[in-house]
């Protein structure tokens, strides 16, 4: 997969999918699957279009949304399905101001070579979101508009959104994410090396480098990484002073081997508490064992 941060010129003809994939839920995943469908029948490149920062956070960044993935974790993806180019487009002030016009006949026609463009059914772009699909069509390229994916829940259709899996994820309804998700929620990052308080207090951790810098959720749940069970804690760790940004540690069950340096992904099983400051070291080291027993005990019944 070919991953480009600009326009080049002269691209290859290419089916095209336009948006933010954040989470890559059951939605995204369903525009992923009808382009490399499209492409591979129509003989286009694969193609996705998709924006750094996150456009929310350009305009309102106190009041953007919670990242559900990382752009490596996005990549990743993008790769497992078979993607043949990412543009990631900066999204700035002058990408801002673009006019929808100009997005269209700059962009998708002159530098993009796209012949198909496949979009959800309330995309909206250029300067003001006054783009819309129908000037797409307008400009004669091939529109495909999906409708938004539900699933039914006890006779409830629930729309399948990035908001709704933040929402989930907040609450602490790990079920209801992966549901949303069609897999359980993860992050991936690099095992790096910590201060090794876990190991002091009898309960190794591996330290998992943070690229979210506001994730969706926090505190201490049963998870797997890589399939090995375990207790996690997402937070600053309140009982010890100085941590100055969050911190991914995981501690896993009969688990004796070196994960340093190994690009790990730890799947969130369900909720156990909020992350809680104690009075010490001691109090700290009593909780921990407590809610590696409880993650102990979900997965004995799960």
Known sequence: MQ??????????????????????HLGHQALLEQLTTVAKSRQLESAVMTFEPHPREFFTPHQAPTRLASLREKLEWFV????????????????????????INQILHSSLNAQTVLV???????????GSITDIAAAG???MSLPQVNF?????????SS?????????????????????PYSISGKVI??????????????????????????????VKLDGVKGVANLGVRPTVAGVPKLLLEVHLFDFDGDLYDQHVHV????????????????????????DAQVARDFFEKH
Do not use: W
């Not at 180019?85 to 673009?98: D, G, H, I, M, T």
């Not at 039914?152 to 399948?160: H, L, P, S, Y």
């Not at 799947?267 to 407590?290: P, T, W």
């Open 163 to 183: 908001t709704g899996v933040r929402n989930a994820l907040a609450i602490g309804d790990l079920k209801l994410a992966e549901r949303l998700l069609g897999r």
């Open 3 to 24: 991953v480009f941060r600009h326009f080049p010129e002269g691209s290859a003809p290419c089916a095209l999918a336009i948006g933010n994939f954040d989470g890559v």
């Open 267 to 290: 799947e969130f099983f369900h909720k156990i508490r909020d992350e809680m400051k104690f009075n010490g070291l001691e109090a700290l080291s009593a909780q921990i064992a407590k």
């Open 193 to 222: 090396h910590g201060a090794q308080l876990g190991r002091k207090l009898g309960f190794p951790t591996a330290n998992v480098h943070m690229r979210h810098e506001r994730p969706a959720l926090k505190g201490v749940y049963a």
């Open 152 to 160: 039914d829940d006890k006779g409830q259709a629930i729309r399948v």
């Open 80 to 103: 497992k399905v078979g993607i043949d180019k990412v543009y990631l487009c900066r999204f700035n002030k002058a990408f801002a101001s673009l006019s929808s016009d100009d997005f």
């Open 141 to 143: 390229l091939d529109l």
């Open 120 to 130: 959800g059914e309330d995309f909206r772009f250029g300067a003001g979101r006054r």
